[in-house]
């Protein structure tokens, strides 16, 4: 399977893996089922019981159905954080090729350019791009910044970032590290299980941890080691 890995500002790389193109493709066609059924439902039954179509004609009221169905994608994926019925379904999700959460533009993008991508061109142009790009991405990834990654990892993530924290008398000494991504708390559990009295290991969690201070903005007299531990631990009592 494909990886990319993205720098971010703590020296911590994530990892995360691409969504394969024929998970891709079958999580379309689960798109392509639903909006199916909702056209030939309105069309159907829709319709004719409300007497649309009689009021408005065919022609508008084939406009009012396929408009809310193509515009399916855009909403699906500003509600759903990156994530449609077959995207959910196949464990995949859109996000910026930085790491982050895309955005409402890059979305908007995304959907724009499905009628080159998917429309026109009957989906030639999606797979072709897809097949050649190196983060197998469509146009529409490639002009909006986006990639789609595979979220199968997400549980074992999950069970490695987590500690048990007692909530009794707990206090959390630093808030900011909510500003963190699980990908960044896992980089810091990563750091914590190396071994101790290495040298290199050592100064490598020292500088770790001073970008991490600065980044955050904390003032603390914590030695390294108890500095990670911590927001390890104000992290999962946050979040849990």
């Known amino acids: 399977m494909s990886i990319i ?15 394969p193109i024929h ?4 999580a379309w066609l689960i798109d392509v089922l639903i909006i199916y059924c909702f056209i030939f439902g309105m069309l159907r039954f829709v319709a004719p019981v409300t007497g649309i179509n009689e009021a408005l004609g065919d022609t508008l009221t084939m406009l009012l159905t396929v408009i809310p169905a193509y515009s399916y994608h855009l909403f699906m994926e500003l509600y759903a954080e990156g994530r449609s019925v077959g995207k959910i379904a196949m464990g995949l ?3 910026d090729i930085s ?7 890059q979305y908007l993008l995304r959907w724009i350019f499905r009628i080159v ?3 026109i061109t009957m989906g030639a142009a999606a797979i072709f791009s897809l ?3 190196r983060h197998n991405q469509r146009l529409g990834d490639l002009v909006a910044g ?3 990654i595979d979220q199968r990892e997400q549980t074992k993530l999950q069970e490695t970032i987590y500690l048990e924290v007692s909530e009794k008398g707990y206090k959390v000494l630093f808030p900011q590290v909510m500003k963190l991504t699980d990908r960044d708390i896992n980089g810091i559990r990563g750091l914590l299980e190396m071994r101790e009295g290495s040298s290199d290991n050592e100064e490598y969690i020292q500088q770790v941890s001073q970008r991490i201070k600065e980044v955050l903005q904390i003032d603390t007299d914590l030695e390294p080691r108890e500095l990670l531990f911590r927001l390890l631990s104000d992290y999962n009592f946050l979040t849990k």
């Open 99 to 105: 790491g982050r959460e895309a955005t409402l533009s």
């Open 146 to 148: 986006t990639i789609v």
């Open 93 to 95: 999700k859109v996000m």
């Open 23 to 26: 998970k891709r493709l079958l």
């Open 131 to 133: 097949s050649l790009t």
């Open 117 to 119: 991508d998917i429309g």
């Open 5 to 19: 890995t993205v720098p971010t500002a703590f020296n911590i790389d994530l990892e995360f893996s691409l969504a």
